[in-house]
């Protein structure tokens, strides 16, 4: 069964702690995506990744930060320089073509920080 | 720079009565729209996008490039309808990161 695999599904650290989303892919997609869902601000883009070993900062990059070792795998690391870091955590991933095909989405990861 | 904008956070509508979520743009060059629903409980999935020129469980969307406006429409609203939708913006064809909207819930009552 194909699709998009993030885990935990619920995350609860410390604050100072680092703390690291996964997030899987069998779709054999090139570009994987990292958003971060607020309640009244929607989908904000962190990181994405075109092809393994490339990733560039999305608009709110700070305080996070990824890898691309593998081309399933693009896990996230919230570290504890992110100021919020208490959010759902979305994870995409799509086929690199002409026609802009569309996002597959992951059902997300809720991490709270106390 | 791109950007997408959703007036409404909520819109609230009878069932059988007609909706109109709006979706407006800012993009230079030419934009590639879509509409995504996440359904309660379920993961956030593509309703529609703007070059396919489909209807979607009953859904369009036509791209104004006037008005830059990609609002989300249907005759009829059902229940089972209820959900949030978010509308995108990606700059063109390739590889190109998506930009969100900041999401409108729909909620049709009985």
């Known amino acids: 069964d194909g699709g998009i695999t993030q885990s935990p599904k619920y995350l609860f650290r410390k604050e100072g702690q680092n703390v690291t989303l996964s997030c899987e892919q069998n779709l054999n997609h090139d570009a994987m995506y990292w958003y971060r869902q607020d309640p009244g601000q929607g989908l904000r883009l962190i990181y994405y990744s075109q092809i393994v070993n490339d990733f560039q900062k999305g608009d709110i990059a700070e305080g996070y930060s990824v890898s691309r070792e593998k081309k399933e795998s693009f896990p996230l690391t919230v570290t504890s320089a992110q100021k919020n870091p208490t959010a759902f955590y979305l994870c995409?991933?799509?086929?690199?073509?002409?026609?802009?095909?569309?996002?597959?989405f992951g059902n997300g990861t809720r991490l709270t920080v106390t | 720079a791109q950007r997408v904008t959703q007036p409404e956070k909520l819109l609230s509508v009878f069932k059988g009565a007609p909706v109109e979520l709006k979706c407006n743009y800012s993009y230079s060059g030419s934009p590639e729209l879509f509409w995504y629903v996440q359904y309660s409980r379920q993961r956030l999935q593509l309703l529609l996008r703007h070059i396919s020129r489909e209807s979607i469980k009953g859904f369009t969307a036509d791209l104004n490039k006037g008005e830059t406006s990609f609002h989300l429409k249907k005759p009829f609203a059902q229940e089972e309808d209820s959900a949030m939708y978010y509308c995108a913006l990606s700059g063109g064809t390739g590889f190109q990161k998506l930009v969100f909207g900041t999401g409108t819930r729909l909620l049709v009552s009985p």
């Open positions: 995409a991933s799509k086929v690199v073509d002409r026609d802009n095909s569309p996002l597959h």
